[in-house]
């Protein structure tokens, strides 16, 4: 009987796709190069919407390929067709505006206000703030105070206009600018710009998330503005925001199904309080040690850790 060599079997679209989300954080270059070998033909329809993200943060983030970013966003929508969602239109017109592409730009986020039933107005003040939010951590601690802030401009405007179309979409790229801008160098906090960049994207993520999202959404909220006062040296607030925090889920989450995300509220409580040098830090953080033992998973594990870390530096770095 002769040997046969059993070659392993191609991954399907879904599944390839499902690697390359998997990996594209620790393994870019990798998630790169499996992204190029991807045949958006092969994708069932509802993981189109992933994929638009996933161009935009690795062939665009991560290796400014903005160019090659656009191509394949003008492939996924001319497949995804009828059944584009807001979020490809977004994603697709980020690409298209931060590659120079005006005609695509401006056909793509007029697709997106009419998907999403919104003014143009705000699908443009979307869009610009999702370039931005790409594109900061690519920039000095002045230019990306300077390019937020100008991107945040339009927002103040927003919260008054009628309806809530693209609120959450809105909660979401604000949230993770401000997360981005608040892991910055500690040297970077001091940049004037910066700071005031992260303050007011944290309060505009609140602020959305109160009109679009659930008690989870303001919950979290409040967590991410414990986060943003804590490492801006603002110790009163961190306590505030993250005590307001840990009352919805007192209210809401007697069964301790959120018990993760009443760890990190009570981690960021006891920041709050050591740089405002009140009283009940040591008590804080025995809550928050007791809750994370519990979590079970390496990843949880180290993301405690690293918050952990974290604080410490900004309170050595605020001489608490």
Known sequence: MSDRTVSSPTPTGDALLAQIDALHD??????????????VSTLSTSRLQRLSFLLDQVFGEKFDLW????????????????HATPAIFRQAAIAAQVAGDADLTRLW???????????????????????????????????????????????AALHATPGNGLDAAF???TNNL?????????????????????QLAAEHAQRFWQRAGTWVNHERAHYLCAMAANA???????????????????????????????AFLELELAMGLRLSEQAG?????????????????????????????RNEALALHYQR
Not at 30 to 38: D, G, K, S, V
Not at 178 to 198: G, H, I, K, M, V
Not at 234 to 258: C, H, I, T
């Open 67 to 82: 160019a090659e970013a656009l191509a394949r966003q003008r492939a996924l929508v001319q497949q995804a067709g009828t």
């Open 232 to 262: 801006l040296g603002f110790g009163s607030e961190g306590v505030a925001q993250a005590r307001a925090g840990l009352a919805l889920l007192d209210e809401f989450d007697q069964a301790g199904n959120e018990n993760v995300d009443r």
């Open 26 to 39: 620790d393994e870019p270059q990798q998630a790169l190069e499996q992204l190029r070998a991807l045949d």
């Open 178 to 198: 401000a997360s981005d801008l608040l892991e910055r160098p500690l040297d970077d906090l001091a940049q004037p710009d910066l700071r005031t960049a992260l």
């Open 281 to 309: 830090r040591a008590e804080a953080l025995a809550r928050a040690l007791a809750l994370a033992a519990q979590f079970g998973q390496a990843w949880l594990d180290r993301w405690f850790a690293e918050r952990s870390a």
């Open 109 to 155: 986020t007029q697709a997106l206000a009419a998907s999403a039933d919104a003014p143009l107005a705000k699908a443009r003040a979307l869009v610009s703030l999702g370039a931005v939010g790409f594109s900061v951590s690519r920039l000095g601690a002045e230019s990306a105070g300077r390019l937020t802030l100008q991107a945040l401009q339009p927002l």
């Open 171 to 173: 909660g979401a790229v």
